[in-house]
Nanobody
Framework: HVQLVESGGGLVQTGGSLRLSCLASGRTFSTSVMRWFRQAPGKEREFVAG????????DYADSVKGRFTISTDNAKNTVYLQMNSLKPEDTAVYYC?????????????????WGQGTQVTVSS
Protein backbone atom coordinates (compact mmCIF):
# COMPACT_ATOMS: atom_id res chain seq x y z
CA HIS A 1 0.00 0.00 0.00
CA VAL A 2 1.49 3.30 -1.12
CA GLN A 3 0.94 6.42 0.92
CA LEU A 4 1.84 9.94 -0.19
CA VAL A 5 1.74 12.74 2.36
CA GLU A 6 2.13 16.36 1.37
CA SER A 7 3.11 19.15 3.73
CA GLY A 8 4.39 22.70 3.68
CA GLY A 9 1.33 24.57 2.49
CA GLY A 10 0.07 27.72 4.11
CA LEU A 11 -0.85 31.35 3.68
CA VAL A 12 1.66 33.64 2.03
CA GLN A 13 1.60 37.10 0.51
CA THR A 14 2.07 37.81 -3.18
CA GLY A 15 5.73 37.50 -4.04
CA GLY A 16 6.45 35.14 -1.18
CA SER A 17 7.81 31.60 -1.20
CA LEU A 18 6.85 28.19 0.08
CA ARG A 19 8.41 24.77 -0.14
CA LEU A 20 6.11 21.79 -0.36
CA SER A 21 7.19 18.27 0.51
CA CYS A 22 5.72 14.92 -0.41
CA LEU A 23 6.82 11.87 1.53
CA ALA A 24 6.24 8.42 0.06
CA SER A 25 5.89 5.28 2.13
CA GLY A 26 4.76 1.73 1.73
CA ARG A 27 6.67 0.98 -1.44
CA THR A 28 10.12 1.69 -2.72
CA PHE A 29 10.30 3.58 -6.00
CA SER A 30 12.32 6.41 -7.37
CA THR A 31 11.16 9.81 -6.22
CA SER A 32 11.57 10.99 -9.81
CA VAL A 33 8.23 9.33 -10.59
CA MET A 34 6.43 11.55 -8.10
CA ARG A 35 4.87 14.62 -9.66
CA TRP A 36 2.97 17.70 -8.56
CA PHE A 37 -0.54 18.78 -9.49
CA ARG A 38 -2.89 21.42 -8.14
CA GLN A 39 -6.59 22.15 -8.05
CA ALA A 40 -8.01 25.62 -7.57
CA PRO A 41 -11.60 26.16 -6.41
CA GLY A 42 -14.02 25.51 -9.23
CA LYS A 43 -11.31 24.31 -11.59
CA GLU A 44 -10.02 20.98 -12.76
CA ARG A 45 -6.89 19.45 -11.36
CA GLU A 46 -3.87 20.38 -13.43
CA PHE A 47 -0.26 19.36 -13.83
CA VAL A 48 2.33 21.61 -12.18
CA ALA A 49 5.75 19.97 -12.26
CA GLY A 50 7.52 16.66 -12.61
CA UNK A 51 10.42 14.74 -13.99
CA UNK A 52 9.95 13.26 -17.42
CA UNK A 53 10.01 9.55 -18.08
CA UNK A 54 13.31 8.16 -16.86
CA UNK A 55 13.96 11.21 -14.73
CA UNK A 56 16.09 12.74 -17.44
CA UNK A 57 14.66 16.22 -17.36
CA UNK A 58 11.94 18.31 -15.76
CA ASP A 59 8.65 19.56 -17.10
CA TYR A 60 6.69 22.50 -15.78
CA ALA A 61 3.35 24.05 -16.55
CA ASP A 62 3.82 27.31 -18.43
CA SER A 63 2.16 29.21 -15.62
CA VAL A 64 4.86 28.23 -13.10
CA LYS A 65 7.93 27.98 -15.30
CA GLY A 66 10.79 30.02 -13.93
CA ARG A 67 9.15 30.33 -10.50
CA PHE A 68 8.73 26.73 -9.28
CA THR A 69 11.42 24.08 -8.97
CA ILE A 70 10.96 20.37 -8.35
CA SER A 71 13.65 18.38 -6.59
CA THR A 72 13.98 15.02 -4.88
CA ASP A 73 15.77 13.28 -2.07
CA ASN A 74 15.71 9.54 -2.67
CA ALA A 75 17.25 8.80 0.72
CA LYS A 76 14.24 10.46 2.35
CA ASN A 77 11.67 9.20 -0.19
CA THR A 78 10.64 12.81 -0.62
CA VAL A 79 9.95 15.12 -3.52
CA TYR A 80 9.88 18.87 -3.06
CA LEU A 81 8.31 21.80 -4.84
CA GLN A 82 10.02 25.11 -4.23
CA MET A 83 7.60 27.89 -5.11
CA ASN A 84 8.91 31.43 -5.47
CA SER A 85 7.31 34.68 -6.59
CA LEU A 86 3.91 33.35 -5.68
CA LYS A 87 0.82 34.92 -7.19
CA PRO A 88 -2.83 34.86 -6.10
CA GLU A 89 -3.58 32.59 -9.06
CA ASP A 90 -1.30 29.97 -7.50
CA THR A 91 -3.88 29.51 -4.75
CA ALA A 92 -4.94 25.87 -4.84
CA VAL A 93 -4.70 22.53 -3.13
CA TYR A 94 -1.43 20.96 -4.19
CA TYR A 95 -1.19 17.21 -4.64
CA CYS A 96 1.60 14.82 -5.38
CA UNK A 97 0.97 11.76 -7.48
CA UNK A 98 2.81 8.57 -8.35
CA UNK A 99 2.24 5.35 -10.21
CA UNK A 100 1.82 6.71 -13.72
CA UNK A 101 0.16 4.03 -15.83
CA UNK A 102 1.31 5.38 -19.17
CA UNK A 103 1.24 8.27 -21.60
CA UNK A 104 1.94 11.87 -20.78
CA UNK A 105 3.11 12.69 -17.27
CA UNK A 106 0.59 15.55 -17.39
CA UNK A 107 -2.43 13.25 -17.51
CA UNK A 108 -4.39 13.61 -14.29
CA UNK A 109 -6.29 10.37 -14.87
CA UNK A 110 -3.18 8.26 -15.33
CA UNK A 111 -1.90 8.00 -11.76
CA UNK A 112 -2.59 5.24 -9.28
CA UNK A 113 -1.58 7.05 -6.13
CA TRP A 114 -2.44 10.49 -4.78
CA GLY A 115 -1.75 12.32 -1.57
CA GLN A 116 -4.43 14.13 0.42
CA GLY A 117 -3.20 17.53 -0.70
CA THR A 118 -1.89 20.63 1.03
CA GLN A 119 -3.56 24.03 0.79
CA VAL A 120 -1.61 26.97 -0.59
CA THR A 121 -3.21 30.39 -0.32
CA VAL A 122 -1.58 33.49 -1.78
CA SER A 123 -3.04 36.78 -0.65
CA SER A 124 -2.94 39.88 -2.81
Amino acid sequence: HVQLVESGGGLVQTGGSLRLSCLASGRTFSTSVMRWFRQAPGKEREFVAGFTWGGVSTDYADSVKGRFTISTDNAKNTVYLQMNSLKPEDTAVYYCAAGLTGGSIRRVDAYNYWGQGTQVTVSS
